[in-house]
């Protein structure tokens, strides 16, 4: 199985590269940006040795259904998809804050309040709340988006008077973070499933506001199983989940978690086929569609030849 590790194209008209933890974004004439979803795959905010088979056309194909499924909420970055694993957009001038939003308290909003927080990016938490709960509303909380580093938490009222984003596209930001939160719930629970939080990436094109990014991958959004979320939640039993937990777990328990000195456990060709087919089985539970598998061949030949067609034809 071969894999996108890294690429290094040049394409015409190529005015700058950027390489992602897990994308390789070229940009062409300052006006369209060249996302290829690599196979890297990242976790604890480091780079694993070995990329994953069919891990980037997953994330890639997944962002683009629902990227087609929210349009009419508001536009989006996309252009074309001229190969499985590479989206062609508009570049936008991006806000320097992530929309976080959460329906259920899990993850690092869990962690904070059972460390006894009670506020979340200036929101307050109820007493008395259990790991995984439903919250009484979706709650929006941002991250600032850093260069290096982590994001930092950051609420609204700090984003506004920091100049950050202006208070009149802030309130629209989270207008429209709730809509896709909403219409993600929705098609979620067509499939068995619980969105329970995610995040979105917005920027400006024209004075136009624009989805950019990826949207409700497994590696933006957690995902719990419906079916015996309640009973779960009942006994105290963790949550069945869709998402790329099973890999942060798979380091745990073999000893890394990002920390200095700590060593990646070998990725054994078993390990990393077990995870590629984690990935394509996420694929078909969110969308319901079969995976399809790419065409036998080179595969940066493939990307290559796809990409330069498709410039050729804006």
């Keep these: 199985m071969s894999a996108i590790k890294e690429t290094n194209f040049n394409f015409d008209k190529q005015t700058a590269f950027y390489k992602g933890k897990v994308r390789d974004v070229y940009t062409i004439a300052n006006e369209y940006l060249v996302m290829v979803a690599s196979d890297r795959i990242s976790a604890f905010d480091v780079v694993l040795p070995e990329p994953i088979p069919f891990k980037g056309q997953v994330l ?29 957009g508009h570049m936008c001038e991006p806000f320097k804050v992530e929309m976080v939003i959460r329906g259920y308290l899990a993850g690092h909003a869990w962690r904070t309040y059972r460390d006894g927080g009670r506020e979340l990016c200036g929101i307050t ?33 700090e984003i506004i008077a920091q100049g950050i984003v202006s208070k009149e596209d802030y309130e629209q930001l989270e207008k429209y973070t709730h809509a896709l939160f909403q219409r993600g719930t929705e098609i979620a629970k067509e499939r068995g499933l619980i969105l329970v939080d995610t995040k979105y990436e917005f920027g400006k094109k024209d004075g136009q506001i624009y989805l950019m990014d990826e949207i409700h991958t497994p590696d933006s959004s957690r995902y719990f199983y419906a079916e015996g979320y309640e009973e779960r939640q009942a006994t105290g039993e963790a ?31 078993e390990i990393i086929k077990s995870i590629s087919e984690r990935y394509i089985e996420l694929y078909e539970h969110i969308t319901g569609e079969k995976f399809e598998y790419p065409e036998a061949g080179e595969v940066l030949s493939r990307v290559k030849t796809n990409v330069e067609k498709a410039l050729a034809a804006l």
């Design 125 to 157: 938490l109820a007493e008395g709340l259990k790991e995984n709960d439903k919250l009484p509303i979706p709650i929006i909380t941002p991250t600032t988006k850093a260069a290096v580093g982590h994001d930092e938490d950051i609420s609204k009222a």
């Design 60 to 88: 890639n194909q997944i962002a683009e259904k629902f990227l087609k499924a929210t349009a009419d909420i508001l536009p989006n970055w996309v252009i074309t998809v001229p190969d499985p694993s590479v989206t062609i």
């Design 239 to 269: 949550q069945k989940q869709l998402s790329k937990e099973f890999v942060r777990q798979w380091l745990i328990e073999n000893g890394f978690q990002g920390k200095d000195g700590q060593q990646v456990p070998e990725m054994t060709p």
